[in-house]
């Protein structure tokens, strides 16, 4: 009842909607059956219901659609034929796309990338590389060659390393932006090490790039290398790596982030100070108490912010102390921050 549906212009996409959700493999069938009956958008969509129903039996019918003369015909197949993944259809689809017709090869890289998606997942991992390789190294749109450069590197693991450092001197910045993202993928402590090494070297405006991806990392050889980079003669690295100690910091990073409030740069003491108040660091309150004397008044109104944000209860008998000074702005601050 449904097949004879398919061919309706009116009903056609209910008919699908059903079949595709219906198990049992004669709806497959009753889809495949109808095929030579439809032509246009109706073929389309039956490709498209067999890709989804990710229906083996359908590739051999679907490797001769792929060349059809109609290019929405021919593109759905490619594209099915990655849903339903598997063997044969990588290597039709790999075909596709190093011999094919240019105005199918983005088609077919994204059918590679689905079979190599579903490969990934099913554990056949160098399965999964061949097709991201294909697919990273043909000419097709970057961001089809930007997932692939992701892919790549994930099916890897810690091998990619090489391919990951790679891109992140590469000049396409989407593949640059692909191997930062790629990094909170390979949780391995090789992985770290080598970014930290690699951090250490990086031009600034990529160290900048670094520190924020490494942040989701921590751990001790992480959180070195940040406090380090908060003394970088670059501004905007310091900067970032004040940002990222208000994350990861702890009692060692205290002495960077109160030296930084001095900062003549705005911007530098602004981050300093907010990481001041965000920071886990058991210490901060005895430290910024500590300081306390050691600042100008305009400095201490904000360090007495920061008490008060921190939400700082045993600070209570100073700020009880400096709520009656002299200086009206202190005094302020100071009960604002007991409020």
Do not use: W
Request: proline fraction near 4%; aromatic fraction near 0%; include cysteine.
């Amino acid at each position: 009842a449904l097949a004879a549906l398919l061919p309706d212009a009116a009903l056609s996409h209910y008919a699908r909607e059903a079949l595709e959700a219906i198990p049992h493999p004669a709806a497959g069938a009753a889809l495949r059956g109808t095929l030579p009956a439809l032509k246009g958008n109706l073929l389309v969509g039956a490709v498209h219901s067999l890709g989804m129903r990710r229906d083996a039996d359908a590739v051999e019918t679907l490797t001769q659609l792929a060349d059809d003369s109609d290019l929405r015909v021919a593109a759905a197949a490619l594209v099915a034929l990655g849903r339903i993944g598997g063997a044969q259809a990588s290597r039709v689809l790999q075909g596709a796309l190093g011999r094919g017709r240019d105005d199918l090869r983005d088609h077919a890289g994204e059918g590679c990338l689905l079979a190599a998606d579903r490969h990934l997942r099913d554990g056949r991992r160098d399965a999964a590389v061949d097709l991201y390789d294909a697919v990273r190294r043909a000419p097709v749109a970057v961001q089809l060659r930007a997932t692939a450069t992701r892919g790549a590197i994930i099916a890897r693991g810690v091998a990619g390393l090489s391919l990951l450092i790679e891109q992140l001197h590469s000049k396409e910045i989407s593949l640059c932006d692909v191997a930062l993202a790629s990094i909170r993928d390979l949780p391995d402590p090789e992985v770290t090490a080598t970014l930290v090494a690699e951090l250490a070297k990086a031009e600034p405006g990529l160290q900048t790039l670094l520190i924020s991806a490494l942040v989701d990392r921590a751990g001790s050889r992480v959180l070195g290398a940040v406090e380090a980079k908060a003394v970088a003669p670059s501004e905007e690295v310091r900067i970032v790596a004040l940002e990222a100690l208000g994350q990861i910091g702890r009692d060692s990073s205290l002495p960077l982030l109160l030296q930084a409030i001095r900062a003549p740069s705005g911007r530098e003491s602004a981050a300093a100070f907010d990481s001041l108040a965000r920071i886990a660091a058991p210490d901060t309150q005895a430290e910024i108490l500590k300081t306390l004397p050691s600042v100008g008044p305009s400095l201490r109104v904000k360090l007495i912010a920061v008490i008060g944000e921190r939400n700082a209860a045993g600070a209570a008998a100073e700020l009880l102390r400096l709520a009656l000074s002299a200086d009206v702005d202190i005094s302020k601050a100071s009960l604002r921050a007991l409020a």
